[in-house]
């Protein structure tokens, strides 16, 4: 998957590629309360 990003993020316009950057980690930030509640 990392060979696919770099093309990704050129072929694309800074809003997609802004989405595409910020919404997997905040998903997986979601995902870690979700499943790790005690540490937060």
Not at 18 to 36: E, N, P, Q
């Amino acid at each position: 998957m990392a060979y696919v990003d770099p093309d990704t993020y050129q072929g694309s316009p800074m809003p997609v590629v802004t989405y595409l950057s910020t919404a997997s980690k905040v998903a997986g930030f979601v995902l870690a309360i979700d499943f790790f509640p005690d540490f937060f």
